[in-house]
């Protein structure tokens, strides 16, 4: 049971934002830009740094939606998304993809422990200094959303089922449309 | 110096948002929401729970720069900001705001380390539940800013009087005023 009365029915995050609407927009604007607008990082890409860090931080809640969402944008690859938020570096991604990772995991420990060399590394890859701000970006908003989730005890569903439903309604309709509370 | 090519000149988030201006309005937005609008905290507390939470985290600038808008609220009280976000439960303060103070604390740890009975505590000195919310919000918003301003190495000035003449131009003008890109 959550730790405030929250609305029925609603699990994690869901619950929060419809408790509190005038965060909830500035919230919900954010995840949009960062996970699903116009990118060099595809939106697969961007809800792997979420799952990853959201796995890290223990947040069953984050964790299994955002690994179902990008699971279902490379084609029900539950498998593909299981080896990459448990050991990226011996997973089939690109060298770019495993250097972000290890910068968004290095930012879920401290924001002091992302070194030079980190950097250098993803940029020795190809990454830009767009793609490397967003990877530390998306990686911070999750410690966010992982505290939020966790830190008020909202309700966390148990079945994959239901994180893989929930998954396509977001991939086939965006975040805005299904999470946002109206203005 | 910063680990992107970032506008010079401005120290800690505020290159960051001046960076990236899709992402800086939702966090205008909410550090606005959180921090500077209507609640039953005063905004020192809130800026209070946001420099604890900075301090544990040891981010420098959102240390330095919250704790100095917080002691420019409660009339340059340097040394009581300094003794509340070291030693909160031996500080002056109300039993209310050191137990949301210590759930501040515990969310930043990790959401799953806050405690039905640090809630309780709260409760029974007072907090709704809108306060338990706001407060774990509040501090896992801090935990983002931290991460987001030493992941990507921005500059910290060192001079105490920096942080106060900056704080003392946010007490006046609010946030959204003095920090956001023009929309």
Redesign the interface.
């Known amino acids: 049971m959550a730790?405030?009365?929250l609305p029925d029915g609603l699990p994690g995050i869901r619950a929060?934002l419809a408790?509190?609407p005038?965060?909830a927009?500035?919230?919900n604007?954010?995840v949009d830009?960062?996970l699903r607008?116009p990118h060099t990082l595809t939106p697969a890409e961007r809800e792997l740094i979420a799952a990853s860090v959201s796995a890290r931080?223990?947040?069953t809640y984050c964790q299994s939606i955002h690994g179902a969402i990008a699971a279902r944008q490379l084609g029900d690859a539950d498998d593909l998304v299981a080896q990459i938020t448990s050991d990226p570096e011996r997973a089939p991604i690109s060298p770019k993809l495993k250097a972000l990772l290890h910068?968004a995991g290095?930012?879920?420990e401290?924001?002091?422990c992302?070194t030079?060399e980190d950097?250098a590394r993803a940029r020795e890859h190809g990454a830009t200094?767009?793609e490397?701000?967003?990877t530390?970006?998306i990686?911070?908003?999750f410690?966010?959303?992982?505290?939020?989730?966790?830190?008020?005890?909202t309700w966390t569903p148990s079945d994959p089922d239901f994180y893989r439903q929930r998954a396509k309604t977001i991939v086939d309709n965006g975040y805005t449309l299904t999470a946002i509370p109206a203005r």
Chains 1, 2 share one sequence.
């Open positions: 730790y405030i009365e929060l408790y509190r005038d965060t927009r500035p919230l604007d954010l830009v960062l607008g931080n223990d947040c910068i290095k930012t879920a401290s924001g002091r992302v030079a950097v200094d767009l490397i701000h967003d530390v970006l990686a911070a908003f410690c966010l959303c992982n505290r939020y989730v966790d830190g008020l005890a």
